[in-house]
């Protein structure tokens, strides 16, 4: 017997999208934020030390990126086959043609709430410093409308107690399948060293192919960067 099993959450299990966050799913789901404590990007992107004692954002801003999902992409969990049923690990992806914060209904319940909950210079570094340069070196190494079109991977989180198990590979594989009868490709930025070596092994090659591969450092408020490297797979 496999020792997990993959679903997709459907987000008509909440009466309203303004409770999705809501859902019987979410305490666990929560609770795989853990791995983001002391984070560098999450840190960074939410105006915190990543290394400092407060991490009362790690949570909150996981949650947001799964609820974007739910509501204009595609979320997954993995979960124990067995009679508790206990989500290990958890997938957010976003089909071709879609993008986050793409929808009014991503935008009126989780882009703008989230940014309400930064100060007007966190949000203006979003706006005018961050998701530029972001878009461009995304145009840059991958090609205009090529992350647009592509099975693209917004986060993947999987207990750290059942890492190394085959949970990733499970909610990797379960949109490989959907991409291949289209032809669609599969990306992600990824922005840790161990991390490139985990979605080589789930079948990712840095980009650019055929030369050295492009790393982009992004600075926030306090001065605190993160790298960031895209990866793809066929």
């Known amino acids: 017997m496999a020792a997990f099993v993959v679903r997709k959450l459907d987000p008509s299990s909440a009466p309203s ?13 929560e609770s795989r934020s853990s791995y983001l404590i002391q984070d560098t990007f999450t840190g960074v992107v939410t105006g915190h030390d990543p290394k400092g004692a407060d991490n009362s954002h790690v949570g909150p801003f996981w949650v947001t990126t799964v609820v974007a999902g739910l509501l204009g992409g595609e979320v997954y969990i993995a979960e124990t086959n067995d009679a508790e049923k206990r989500i290990v690990g958890c997938a957010v992806w976003f089909p071709p043609g879609h993008s986050m914060y793409d929808t009014e209904a991503q ?3 989780v ?14 570094w979003w706006h005018a410093v961050f998701l530029p340069k972001y878009d461009a070196f995304l145009g840059s190494v991958l090609g205009e409308g090529t992350k647009h079109n592509s099975w693209h991977l917004q986060t993947l989180a999987v207990d750290p107690q059942f890492q190394r198990k085959g949970a990733a590979t499970l909610l990797i594989k379960e949109v490989v399948n ?22 080589k092994r789930l079948g990712f090659e840095l980009m650019p192919k055929g030369a050295d591969p492009r790393c982009e450092s992004y600075e926030g408020l306090d001065g605190i960067s993160f790298p960031m490297w895209i990866m793809t797979r066929a």
Do not use: D, R, W
Not at 17 to 29: D, H, K, S, V
Not at 111 to 124: G, I, K, R, T, V
Not at 178 to 199: D, F, H, P, R, W
């Open 111 to 124: 882009l703008m709430p989230l940014m309400a909950s930064f100060s007007e210079e966190l949000q203006h």
């Open 17 to 29: 999208p303004a409770e999705l966050n809501n859902i019987p799913e979410m305490p666990q789901i």
């Open 178 to 199: 959907k991409a291949q009868l289209s032809g669609a490709k599969l990306c992600l930025e990824v922005g840790t060293e161990v991390n490139i070596e985990i979605y």
């Open 107 to 109: 935008q009126v319940h």
